[in-house]
Nanobody
Framework: QVQVVESGGGFVQSGGSLRLSCAAS????????IGWFRQAPGKEREAISCTSDSRSTYYLESVRDRFTFFRYTTNNTVWLQMNKLKPGDSAVYYCGTGSLGPTWDCWKPERYTYWGQGTPVTVSS
């Protein structure tokens, strides 16, 4: 049974850090596209960071210098390190995975087949 589970969200003050993890079971994450998305209330789901071919990684411009996607897995788990968090980063964060393909369009939600339940992140000012 394929399952994706995110964890690590929580409450943090502006400027703080969190590390999110995405653990998969039933398949090998290394052989699939992996993406981190977030969705704030009233907004569309947006890609934060993703990669498919492991040669390049996409980052949303507003997080590029603050977030790092650790793509290579340990125990079939990947991580998103989030530093210098801002109130605008508050959202539910999701991990998605699907079939391999090019990285250039990994920001598109339709590239993903499996999603976790999400982990909420709240950044206070």
């Amino acid at each position: 049974q394929v399952q994706v589970v995110e964890s690590g969200g929580g409450f943090v003050q502006s400027g703080g850090s969190l590390r999110l993890s995405c653990a998969a079971s039933g398949f090998a994450l290394n052989n699939h596209i992996i993406g981190w998305f977030r969705q704030a209330p009233g907004k569309e789901r947006e890609a934060i960071s993703c990669t498919s071919d492991s040669r390049s990684t996409y980052y949303l411009e507003s997080v590029r210098d603050r977030f790092t996607f650790f793509r290579y897995t340990t125990n079939n788990t990947v991580w998103l390190q989030m530093n210098k968090l801002k109130p605008g980063d508050s959202a539910v964060y999701y991990c998605g995975t699907g079939s391999l393909g090019p990285t250039w369009d990994c920001w598109k939600p339709e590239r993903y087949t499996y999603w976790g339940q999400g982990t909420p992140v709240t950044v206070s000012s």
